[in-house]
């Protein structure tokens, strides 16, 4: 089965630097990648995704990019405020799948904190 | 505030109590899952359901029994849990299963089992 790795498992980010999360994943035919953020006290909001079929994906300050030949993709913060301090997970999934065959694996998760 | 609503937000029971989870869902999703979440760990997934079938089980004990009852709701029944049990337990839901569709979640019920 697929297995995903997250690192580093701790960051710390002064205020208005950048903070990256990376993983790495097994299963070459894995196509679909979200990334979650998860406040302490919540369930895990989903706050990018990307397919195998893009390397780069941006929304506002955060950005997901993907290298399929090192099945590596990367989570990219820029411009880090408070509200960023959570803790973040990736994921990796493959699809289409049959019915019974559908699962999203997680990492480890990360826990940025963002000095003020 | 989530579109996946989970009821109660906390849960303390014993080892002989029954008990159930809620979870309801208006955004339209045909796949619903029931995730087990320890402190500090990604969570793990428990159940699928695909057009209120059954679609994976992940070996979770027979102590955890999960009921769709329709394509907006998801339970999860639970009887004779163990102090292991205990955890955050996060119901999600997706347009369709298996279509590299993104799964929402809820905020969870915190279960405690004395």
């Known amino acids: 089965g697929e297995n995903v790795e997250q690192h580093p498992s701790t960051l710390s980010v002064q205020e208005g630097d950048s903070a990256v999360i990376k993983c790495t994943y097994s299963d070459s035919a894995s196509n679909y990648f979200p990334w979650y953020k998860q406040e302490l006290g919540k369930g895990p909001q989903l706050i990018i995704d990307i397919r195998s079929n893009v390397g780069e994906k941006k929304d506002q300050r955060i950005a997901v990019t993907l290298n399929k030949t090192a099945k590596h993709f990367s989570l990219h913060i820029t411009e880090t405020q408070p509200e960023d301090s959570a803790v973040y997970f990736c994921a990796a999934s493959r699809f289409p799948s049959n019915f019974g065959n559908e699962k999203l694996t997680f990492g480890t998760g990360t826990r940025l904190t963002i000095i003020p | 505030d989530t579109e996946v609503t989970q009821t109660p937000k906390h849960l303390v029971m014993g080892m002989t109590n029954k008990k159930s989870l809620k979870c309801e869902q208006h955004m339209g999703h045909r796949a619903m899952y029931w995730y087990k979440q320890k402190a500090k760990k990604p969570p793990e997934l428990m159940f699928v359901?695909?057009?209120?079938?059954?679609?994976i089980n992940e070996s979770v004990p027979s102590r955890f029994s999960p009921e769709c009852p329709n394509s907006s709701l998801l339970n999860l029944h639970l009887h004779a849990l163990q102090p292991e049990d205990s955890a955050l337990y996060l119901c999600?839901?997706?347009?369709?299963?298996?279509?590299?569709?993104?799964?929402?979640f809820g905020d969870g019920t915190r279960l405690s089992i004395l």
């Open positions: 999600a839901s997706s347009q369709v299963s298996g279509q590299g569709q993104p799964q929402h």
């Open positions: 359901y695909s057009y209120e079938k059954l679609s």
